[in-house]
Every structure is written in structure tokens, then in C-alpha cells.
């Protein structure tokens, strides 16, 4: 990497900057202004559309034919991170892989106030009527990192829509905030680091991506820092993580006393911080009525280290 003179680095922090600053003053990005490279190349058989929600314009890969599944990706991911498992799933289910709102190539609305258009509500209801737009009423959802998160949500506010929920090495947002702990801390600095004042975080998170794009060797590697080092995703993704401190606790507060209704499965990573630091099956048993779950042998994304396992265990829960 050839080293930058003081000039063009000013120049780059100059531009984040004014990128962000638009971004808090209420400046939209539409997903149907910008460029979406073709992502079917990791999904044959796809189609790539978008869908017009009443509040964001979702991205999504759709392949298969058969019952309805949606995936839901985390942070700072996209739709991209089921490449392994989606095809396969294809075989037998109608598989609807899409961008959460404010990632990958989906829109970044304005922020709203006290970060609402970033709340998990908002992101819930983005996915509810995407599933609606291809006639799909009720249907089982998976959901790793942020995307659990929103499932979680959504399983909460449209208990009729949601027939199953898979989450993917969390606990309960709720639960975490309320218990800190010096473990948890260390273990997941960013949850603290992404709540400061814009531009701070999007400065360090723009910077950090420009070192592993200069780095990157992989045309998946590519294609994750193509989307998650961009100035307006990389503030959406803030927002999103300053909801899940504000607006969604608040969300989640009132609805302690209510459970999620449908199954649930709880799978998390045997090696990442989760399944060292909690019992994560008990937390849940705490939220929903029928829950049940296990480790698998991977790391925190387990859609990308232990595929075959993770497929076997979405199998045995849309046979359930």
C-alpha cells in the first residue's frame, strides 16, 4: 500500500466528515441511486430485487420454490453471509436472503429521532413487508448477530407472522445492557464504542476498513468492504447499535412480560465470546414458551464456519 501524504488525508477525513454530517442532518440514501454490483454470483439460481417498504428500499437475493424462509444477516454484513447455506436451502424452501435497512445495498434512512428509523421495530417491520410483497403471510425466520435481533423483534410485534425463529449466537439485547459485566466489556468493545456522538466511531470504522480492503485477498472479502466501509453504511450501522442503547430498551422494557409465542431455537458459536460468558439457552428460556437450542463448533458466525451444521439443525427446524 503505497503511503498517503498529508494532503489526501485530509481530503479523505475531510469527505467522511461531510458524508456523516449529512447523514445526522437527515440526508437519505436511497437503494435505488446506488450502484449494486451483482451478487448472484454467489447464489445460482437467484434473482436479485428490491421491494419498497414504507420505510426503506430493501435488496435482496430470492431463490427456490416451495415454503417461504427468511434469512437475516448481522453486522457488518449482508445478505452475502448465507452464501453457503442459501443455495442448499433453495432446494426445498423459498429462500428470501435480504439486506437489513442501513446495510449492504438496502437504504439509509434519515436517523429520526432518538434513532427510531434504526430501531429494531422499524428493521422488523421493513422484513414483515417484504415477505408481504411476494405473498408470503406467515413464515419462519433465522437470524445471526443484528439480524436475531430483529427477528427477536419481530417475533414480538407480529406474533401471527412469525411461525418459527432461529437466532444465531445472542441473548437478548435487554439482558445485556442490564447485566454489564467487565467480561462483557472486553469481549464486545464496539457495543460501547459505536454509541458515541457521530462522526467519532464512523471516522475510526472508515478508517479500520480502508486497512482491510488494502489487505483484502478474497472476492467475498471484496464484496463485504465494498458495502460496509461505505461513509453511509458505516453510519447506518451506528445507528443501529445507538437504537439498540435507546429506543429499542425502551421497546424491550415493556414487553418483558410477554413471551416469544412461536419455537424458538437458540444455536450459538462453542468458540466465540457468547458461549463462554453466558448460558445462553436458560436466557432465552426466559423469553420464550417453547425453546430449545445447543451449541455448535464454530466461531461467532456459524453460518460461515460450520455450514453443513447449521443447515442440518435450520432442517430439523422447518420439519418441526
Not at 469527505?15 to 454530517?21: E, I, S, W
Not at 469481549?187 to 475510526?204: K, M, Q, S, T, V
Amino acid at each position: 500500500m503505497e503511503t498517503m501524504n498529508r494532503r489526501e488525508l485530509l481530503k479523505q477525513a475531510a469527505a467522511l466528515t461531510t458524508l456523516t454530517a449529512g447523514a445526522v442532518a437527515g440526508v437519505s440514501r436511497d437503494a435505488r441511486t446506488q450502484e449494486r454490483p451483482n451478487t448472484l454470483r454467489f447464489f445460482p439460481g437467484f434473482t436479485a430485487e428490491t421491494v419498497r417498504t414504507s420505510g426503506a428500499t430493501i435488496n435482496l437475493v430470492k431463490g427456490g420454490g416451495g415454503p417461504p424462509l427468511l434469512l437475516l444477516h448481522g453486522a457488518p454484513q449482508t445478505h452475502v453471509a448465507w452464501r453457503l447455506v442459501a443455495p442448499q436451502l433453495a432446494q426445498q424452501f423459498t429462500v428470501i436472503a435480504a439486506d437489513l435497512r442501513g446495510y449492504g445495498d438496502s437504504s439509509k434512512p434519515v436517523d429520526g429521532e432518538n434513532h427510531a428509523n434504526y430501531s429494531k421495530r422499524a428493521m422488523a417491520l421493513d422484513q414483515v413487508e417484504v415477505m408481504r410483497h411476494f405473498g408470503f403471510d406467515r413464515f419462519p425466520v433465522v437470524g445471526h448477530d443484528r439480524g436475531g435481533r430483529v427477528g427477536h423483534r419481530m417475533a414480538l410485534d407480529h406474533p401471527d407472522t412469525v411461525t418459527r425463529l432461529m437466532v444465531l449466537d445472542i441473548i437478548p439485547t435487554y439482558y445485556l445492557y442490564t447485566h454489564v459485566t467487565i467480561e462483557f466489556v472486553q469481549a464486545y468493545f464496539h457495543w460501547f464504542n459505536y454509541l458515541r456522538p457521530a462522526p467519532g466511531p464512523e471516522n475510526d470504522l472508515k478508517a479500520a476498513s480502508d486497512a482491510q480492503k488494502a489487505r483484502a485477498t478474497s472476492e467475498v472479502q471484496l464484496e463485504f468492504l465494498r458495502t460496509s466501509g461505505d461513509p453511509a453504511n458505516i453510519h447506518a450501522m451506528c445507528e443501529d447499535y445507538r437504537a439498540g442503547a435507546s429506543i429499542d430498551l425502551k421497546h424491550d422494557a415493556a414487553d418483558l412480560d410477554h413471551k416469544i409465542a412461536c419455537p424458538l431455537v437458540a444455536l450459538w458459536g462453542e468458540r466465540s465470546p457468547m458461549g463462554r460468558l453466558y448460558d445462553v439457552l436458560s436466557i432465552w428460556r426466559e423469553r420464550g414458551t417453547t425453546v430449545s437450542g445447543k451449541g455448535l463448533p464454530g466461531g461467532h458466525n456459524l453460518q460461515e464456519d460450520v455450514p453443513a451444521q447449521l443447515l442440518a439443525e435450520i432442517n430439523t427446524m422447518m420439519r418441526a
